[in-house]
């Protein structure tokens, strides 16, 4: 076997200690078995690579068919494919709103591992938002409940939902429960939505509030300043569909 004496001369350079060779022509390296050869190795075997002790190293054992898991994309990474594809689309010759609305809402759900997104819309009459479709744990039940006022009551603080859309500012809201933020929550919200974390982004259109994309979780977001950036990139893109859309 010409492969063997290549090989031990390369580990011998390297400073390695070669496993003892086994038994069959199987275990020469490069070579596949013979069907008769070798009896199919058990999960638990293991082809292990010893280190030069000098180097002060740990052994490090190799499964024997396993290999490295892929590494997942980041968030930023997440965000940045769905914003190409978004754009992709609108620059298409038929633009379907309603598609690019499920579009940015799918992309922020899966990159930020949400618990659940809402989309919420401005009535004909423009007295509020409802919620008209989401993604996530009972989100088609609960898009409903979705009822933001846009007109508050005289004498009375507005809701949490109400001023973000009334200020058209993006806004993380790191604890819900939180003294200060509770009082300020929806009863509706309290009651029926467990979430920890809310983050909120109105769409703003000639200068009056138009839609809200409500998405939670049960840990807190991990947003830096260019996870953010493209958020408001994607919210953007919705308020692009809307003005291509005639509204």
């Known amino acids: 076997d010409e492969a063997r004496p290549t090989m031990a001369e390369m580990?011998?350079?390297?400073?390695?200690?070669?496993?003892?060779?086994?038994?069959?022509?199987?275990?020469?390296?490069?070579?596949?078995?013979?069907?008769?050869?070798?009896?199919?190795?058990?999960?638990?075997?293991?082809?292990?690579?010893?280190?030069?002790?000098?180097?002060?190293?740990?052994?490090?054992?190799?499964?024997?068919?396993?290999?490295?898991?892929?590494?997942?994309?980041?968030?930023?990474?997440?965000?940045?494919?769905?914003?190409?594809?978004?754009?992709?689309?609108?620059a298409g010759d038929t633009v379907k709103?309603?598609?690019?609305?499920?579009?940015?809402?799918?992309?922020?759900?899966?990159?930020?591992?949400?618990?659940?997104?809402?989309?919420?819309?401005?009535?004909?009459?423009?007295?509020?938002l409802v919620g008209r479709f989401g993604l996530g744990v009972q989100a088609p039940t609960l898009a409903p409940l979705f009822q933001i006022a846009l007109k508050p009551v005289a004498g009375e603080p507005p809701s949490l939902f109400t001023a973000v859309c009334l200020k058209g500012e993006d806004s993380l809201v790191p604890d819900v429960h939180h003294a200060a933020i509770a009082k300020l929550v929806p009863a509706w919200h309290q009651q029926h939505v467990p979430a920890h974390t809310l983050l909120l982004l109105p769409l703003v259109l000639r200068n009056a509030p138009l839609a809200l994309i409500y998405a939670d979780r049960l840990q807190p977001f991990a947003l830096g300043d260019r996870e953010r950036?493209?958020?408001?990139?994607?919210?953007?893109?919705?308020?692009?569909?809307?003005?291509?859309?005639?509204?």
Not at 26 to 48: H, I
Not at 103 to 128: H, K, P, S
């Open 11 to 90: 580990a011998t350079a390297l400073g390695l200690a070669m496993p003892a060779p086994k038994r069959g022509a199987a275990a020469a390296v490069g070579m596949a078995p013979a069907a008769d050869a070798v009896a199919p190795a058990s999960a638990q075997e293991t082809d292990t690579l010893v280190l030069p002790s000098a180097l002060g190293a740990p052994t490090v054992v190799l499964a024997r068919g396993q290999l490295a898991e892929p590494a997942l994309p980041s968030t930023a990474e997440l965000l940045g494919a769905g914003i190409q594809d978004i754009a992709d689309t609108l």
């Open 97 to 128: 709103l309603n598609d690019v609305l499920r579009m940015v809402l799918e992309t922020i759900y899966r990159a930020l591992d949400c618990e659940r997104v809402v989309f919420c819309l401005r009535e004909a009459n423009g007295q509020r």
């Open 229 to 247: 950036a493209l958020l408001r990139t994607l919210r953007n893109q919705a308020v692009m569909a809307f003005r291509q859309a005639g509204h």
